[in-house]
């Protein structure tokens, strides 16, 4: 498999293997049949294993934890994240020492390689009830405290580096990005349409490409997400959606989407996860994927390479 450097910090496989799909966010699955897939996963050549205790309320790290018993494989790394939201700024420390240990136990594991806010960055006035039961985290927050605790626990030895999850109000995003202390790393949309879909609660433009750029810019590595945004960019849904969930409006609107995926003899998810692949500035793909049949499907797209500039544009069009 390709790897690609991550940033400032080291190299990384093409694809990296998400938790969502092992921590059953999308769909039926089974323990052994997740154990079987990040197995599976590692021994194709990801080295990247992304986490997190909101994936199936740490099944997914659960799963990580019974496939390896404390014993990663060596060259593996491994991420984890923290949904703050607006804790008092006197516990944002220990809340988010509390979420590691607790990760850390759930995989056996004493470190973890990169530490992700996983709550998304918002003005220190912004109304965040639009947020639902989301948390999120006020700029101010943020920069006087979340920060300076990442890199306490980065001093202590028991994260590598952290990062943010890019994926919420742009302008607080790359204005992170570009204060100090930085993140290392930044997980951005990656997909034909620059979608967030039901994750989307500021109601206006991802902007994930200006992320991206912004990223490259300031040497952050990017990791890419939700590249079939949530199983929209697939041949069908594989789990019952309400009609205006997000998830369901971008798949009722990627009908020639996948009608070019057949023309050229390959899966929706293929395609969309070779697109994500050739986006500039985007150095590892996160799968979602929960079984080995569908890591099967995105090692072929990996190993076809990258499409051509002309056939990202075809990708495009399908959704003009």
């Known amino acids: 498999m390709r790897t690609r450097h991550l940033g400032k910090l080291w190299p990384v496989s093409a694809l990296a293997l998400g938790g969502g799909g092992i921590g059953q966010l999308w769909g039926e699955t089974t323990r052994d049949e997740c154990i079987a897939t990040v197995h ?3 021994d194709a050549g990801i080295d990247l294993l992304d986490l997190a ?4 309320m740490g099944e997914a790290e659960n799963v990580i934890g019974a496939a390896f018993e404390g014993k990663l494989p060596d060259g593996i790394k491994v991420t984890t994240k923290c949904r703050l939201g607006t804790t008092d700024p006197d516990e944002v ?4 020492t509390d979420s590691l240990s607790a990760s850390l136990e759930r995989m056996r594991l004493e470190r973890v390689d990169i530490f992700f806010l996983h709550s998304n960055i918002v003005p220190d006035d912004y109304d965040i009830s639009v947020y639902g039961d989301r948390p999120a985290t006020r700029r101010r927050i943020y920069h006087n405290h979340v920060q300076s605790a990442f890199e306490t626990l980065v001093a202590q030895g028991r994260i590598g580096a952290w990062g943010i999850t890019g994926i919420g109000i742009p302008s607080q995003i790359i204005e992170a990005l570009e204060s100090e202390p930085k ?4 997980q951005c949309l990656a997909n034909p349409v620059d979608s ?4 989307n609660f500021y109601g206006a433009p991802t902007q994930a490409r200006e992320v991206i750029a912004t990223a490259t810019e300031q040497e952050i590595g990017v990791m890419g997400i939700r590249a079939v945004q949530g199983g929209a960019f697939t041949d069908t849904l594989d789990r019952d959606l309400p009609e205006d969930h997000g998830v369901r409006t971008d798949f009722n609107k990627a009908g020639k989407f996948r009608a070019l995926a057949a023309e050229r003899r390959e899966s929706a998810a293929a395609l969309a996860h070779r697109y994500a692949l050739s986006m500039a500035g985007v150095e590892t793909v996160v799968l979602g994927v929960k079984n080995r049949t569908e890591l099967e499907d995105c090692l072929q797209a990996e190993a076809a390479g990258p499409l051509s500039t002309d056939e990202m544009a075809q990708v495009e069009a399908s959704f003009a």
Not at 183 to 186: E, G, R, T
């Open 40 to 42: 599976a996963a590692i």
């Open 53 to 56: 205790p909101s994936y199936g």
């Open 93 to 96: 420390e220990k809340a988010l």
């Open 183 to 186: 993140p290392a790393v930044v």
């Open 196 to 199: 967030a879909g039901e994750l």
